[in-house]
């Protein structure tokens, strides 16, 4: 019976780490840090759409610590969609494994000069292409 226990909480401890995403430490760390601006948003809906967490953070310095997160969490992505200038990655979209199986995860981007940028995290039953009219499509 104890062998079991120890099993399943390794088994809990393992899903809770891959569902942990590198830019949580950003946002924990930068959200409240001066030059930076976070918002976050819990079950509400943006543009119509219901999401179960919202967060951004605008940035004017911290560009290389984003950039090292956006790399490891890029690693665990389902989906990505790069935006390349000059052979520079300036802005895009990861779409993350769920976390549950019905809520899908994504990490927006864009890069500004001298280490500025916007960081963003959605979480929701959101598709896609849910994320791209919300983000680019005209506003209603």
């Known amino acids: ?38 918002v976050e948003m819990h079950d509400t809906k943006m543009r119509g759409y219901p999401l179960r967490t919202y967060k951004s953070l605008v940035y004017k310095h911290i560009g290389n610590e984003v950039d090292k997160a956006l790399a490891e969490d890029k690693r665990k992505a389902k989906k990505i969609r790069e935006v390349v200038d000059n052979g520079t990655v300036v802005s895009g ?3 993350m494994p769920s976390k549950d199986g019905k809520t899908n995860r ?22 896609p292409e849910d994320v791209m009219t919300m983000c680019y499509g005209k506003r209603r």
């Open 106 to 127: 994504y990490i927006l981007f864009s890069k500004g000069p001298k280490g500025s940028g916007t960081l963003i995290y959605i979480e929701g039953a959101l598709k």
């Open 1 to 38: 019976m104890r062998h079991i226990l120890l099993t399943l909480l390794l088994m809990a401890s393992s899903l809770t780490m891959q569902a942990a995403l590198n830019i949580d430490r950003i946002f924990a760390t930068y959200g409240h840090s001066k030059g930076c601006k976070m």
């Open 93 to 95: 979209y990861y779409q």
